[in-house]
């Protein structure tokens, strides 16, 4: 763990705090994800700035951790206050963290 990650419990018990950037490809999000997240596709970032938080902490999510790490240091370096979800959705899932899905389908870690 780094000083840039946040264990999926701490990001639950701060969601009124944070804001939850899930940074997973469009079919990952639609599987499930973290009620109230914020969906932008990695490769899609640049082109989002408007929807990131500058008021707060952006908690930077994917499936395990390795991309969302990424995204939050590019973000750190561009200014933002942005931390990573530590292991991911796969950890926030594992903690028994509540998510949804888009559809009818119970929500799952695509």
């Given at each position: 763990?780094?000083a840039?990650?946040?264990?999926?419990?701490?990001?639950?018990?701060?969601?009124?705090e944070?804001?939850?950037?899930?940074?997973?490809?469009?079919?990952?999000?639609?599987?499930?994800?973290?009620?109230?997240?914020?969906?932008?596709?990695?490769?899609?970032?640049?082109?989002?700035?408007?929807?990131?938080?500058?008021?707060?902490?952006?908690?930077?999510?994917?499936?395990?951790?390795?991309?969302?790490?990424a995204?939050?240091?590019?973000?750190?370096?561009?200014?933002?206050?942005?931390?990573?979800?530590?292991?991911?959705?796969?950890?926030?899932?594992?903690?028994?963290?509540?998510?949804?899905?888009?559809?009818?389908?119970?929500?799952?870690?695509?």
């Amino acid at each position: 763990m780094s000083a840039g990650d946040l264990h999926p419990k701490e990001a639950a018990a701060r969601r009124a705090e944070v804001q939850l950037l899930d940074v997973r490809e469009p079919a990952e999000w639609v599987a499930g994800h973290i009620t109230d997240a914020v969906h932008v596709p990695m490769h899609q970032l640049h082109q989002a700035q408007d929807e990131l938080a500058t008021d707060r902490t952006i908690v930077c999510v994917c499936r395990s951790g390795n991309r969302s790490a990424a995204v939050a240091e590019a973000l750190r370096r561009a200014g933002y206050d942005a931390v990573n979800l530590l292991g991911g959705m796969h950890a926030w899932a594992a903690d028994g963290l509540d998510m949804v899905a888009e559809g009818t389908h119970d929500p799952y870690v695509a």
